[in-house]
């Protein structure tokens, strides 16, 4: 995170907007203001800072609901008066509990995410992924195996390799949801090794 907050082209008032972005998924998440303070506090803690307009003071996102934005790279705009703010998501980004301030993020790997919770209460006598998350441990652990020796056996580079990734992909994420974690926890530790 190497931008200068002396070097921001601020508003009349000071500000800057900030375009939250999950770093995982690329789904913007939400827009807030910041002052020269609230940059230089992000940048020293990693975590988003922001003006209130309507309150007239700093705040520190999620330090009274929870759901923080930690913060994995800040990036000026072409003209230095808008930051984007690459995050990893705590919870909800928007006050009203939303995932996002518009509404469900769009994209694929948030939807995919959302159907596989959404399976968990589906009745496991007609839904395979329901049976996976609220049976034993071992016969998801061992779905993920057998996709796995699956890729490997299929003909490099051909459609049925593809195919077998796509699974074991899919497999993998529905492990981690069955074991209480967010499968786009996968994605975020992609994103920060990434950084």
């Known amino acids: 995170m190497s931008v ?8 009349g008032d000071g500000l800057v907007a ?4 999950d770093a995982a998924t690329g789904d913007v998440l939400m827009l ?25 003071e700093l705040w520190e996102k999620g330090a009274t609901s929870g759901n923080t934005l930690a913060v994995v790279d800040v990036r000026p705009d072409c003209d230095g ?27 694929f790997p948030a939807a995919l995410a959302r159907t596989i919770e959404a399976r968990r209460e589906a ?21 993920v195996g057998e996709e796995a020796t699956e890729v ?6 051909s459609d049925e390799q593809v195919g077998e990734v796509a699974d074991l992909l899919f497999h993998a994420l529905v492990l981690l949801a069955r074991d209480g974690r967010d499968p786009l926890d996968a994605l975020a530790e992609l994103a920060r090794r990434h950084s």
């Open 32 to 56: 807030a203001w910041a002052n020269r303070e609230a940059v230089e506090r992000t940048l020293a803690t990693g975590r988003a800072w922001f003006w209130s307009r309507s309150r007239g």
């Open 152 to 157: 490997l056996l299929a003909e490099p580079g």
């Open 18 to 21: 900030c375009i939250c972005q």
């Open 81 to 107: 008066d808008a930051l984007l703010l690459r995050v990893e998501p705590h919870g909800p980004a928007c006050h009203t509990g939303a995932e996002t301030c518009w509404g469900e993020r769009p994209s």
């Open 123 to 143: 009745d496991p006598s007609t839904s395979y992924v329901a049976r996976l998350l609220n049976g034993p441990r071992e016969h998801a652990a061992r779905k």
């Open 4 to 11: 200068d907050p002396a070097s921001l082209a601020y508003d």
